[in-house]
């Protein structure tokens, strides 16, 4: 979250999505080759960002950590990054609702700063007036830290000129706009859509429905690809899409899940195995 909460768990080093309750599937190992035939009328592949296609999270637990270390305080950073912690598990659902949500759609700022001038409220109250410098430290330092995973670009390489590619990321327009021109992944996409952009983010289904109407395809001719099961997984299915749920940490699908994904992957290279393409069409650069 960093202050720019996007649904996720309250432990910034939880992926979102995991869920501890439910039963292990016998097909939770990936894509069967039997799915492939179903997967080859997909026109247009859009992914997740954040968790998806770059490790947001281990940036932002970097980040928010040498934060809390050059601040000076009374207290440990662990001690800090436990208050932040327990401050993410009831502003992040503040933050959903008016009026800090018609703040945060725009800019990722004010949110950020009152989660940290909370946090040091609750640990240094002395020390709260270094909200709004610390805010700005803690988001230089996450987007300087934030990375692809390895695989990202080489996939991302085999997908173009075969989909279309799009990208759907929930979260404020300026971080999410940073994110993707600091990562260099602009240029892989012909369509982009940031919830601070349309006022409205995953799991509606008006987002999925405003990118297949994009490309005037059917809802089953487009694969959603990401980490969340209940924004990326639920969001995509409940508008008849496709869904691969990138699931690293082998949670397993909730018992009361209203729909299942079409496949659950460890990597980015298992949508190449869902589309069929070979692995050995990845580049090496």
């Known amino acids: 979250m960093g202050g720019e909460p996007r649904g996720c768990t309250a432990n910034p080093g939880a992926r979102c999505g ?3 309750r439910g039963r292990q599937r016998d097909d939770e190992r990936g894509p069967r080759r039997d799915e492939v035939a179903m997967s080859k009328d997909i026109q247009a592949v859009y992914f997740d960002l954040d968790d998806t296609l770059c490790a947001y999270w281990a940036a932002s637990r970097k980040a928010l950590r040498q934060t809390f ?3 000076h305080l009374p207290v440990s950073a662990d001690d800090a990054m436990d208050a932040w912690r327990a401050v993410f598990a009831t502003f992040s659902e503040e933050v959903r609702r008016d009026p800090w949500y018609r703040h945060y759609l725009e800019s990722g700022e004010p949110t950020r700063t009152e989660h940290l001038r909370r946090t040091l409220e609750r640990i240094a109250p002395d020390h709260a007036h270094k909200a709004e410098p610390m805010s700005r430290r803690y988001a ?3 987007l300087q830290y934030l990375e692809l ?3 990202a670009k080489p996939v991302l390489d085999a997908l173009r000129g075969k989909y279309r590619l799009g990208l759907i990321t929930n979260g404020p327009a300026d971080v999410q706009r940073s994110e993707i021109e600091t990562l260099g992944i602009e240029g892989y996409f012909d369509h982009i859509l940031i919830e601070g952009e349309m006022q409205i983010g995953k799991p509606a289904k008006e987002v999925f429905e405003k990118a297949s109407s994009k490309w005037n395809c059917e809802p089953s001719q487009m694969l959603f690809v990401g980490n969340s099961f209940d924004h990326d997984v639920l969001g995509a299915k409940s508008a008849g899409w496709q ?4 699931n690293k940490e082998g949670a397993p699908v909730p018992d009361d899940a209203p ?3 079409d496949g659950i992957i460890q990597d980015l290279c298992g949508v190449l195995d869902y589309l069929g393409i070979e692995r050995s069409s990845l580049s090496t650069r």
């Open 18 to 20: 995991s869920r501890p």
């Open 149 to 151: 995973f390895p695989d």
């Open 259 to 261: 729909f299942q994904p």
């Open 243 to 246: 869904a691969l749920w990138m």
């Open 140 to 142: 230089e330092l996450r």
């Open 69 to 71: 270390e050059e601040a």
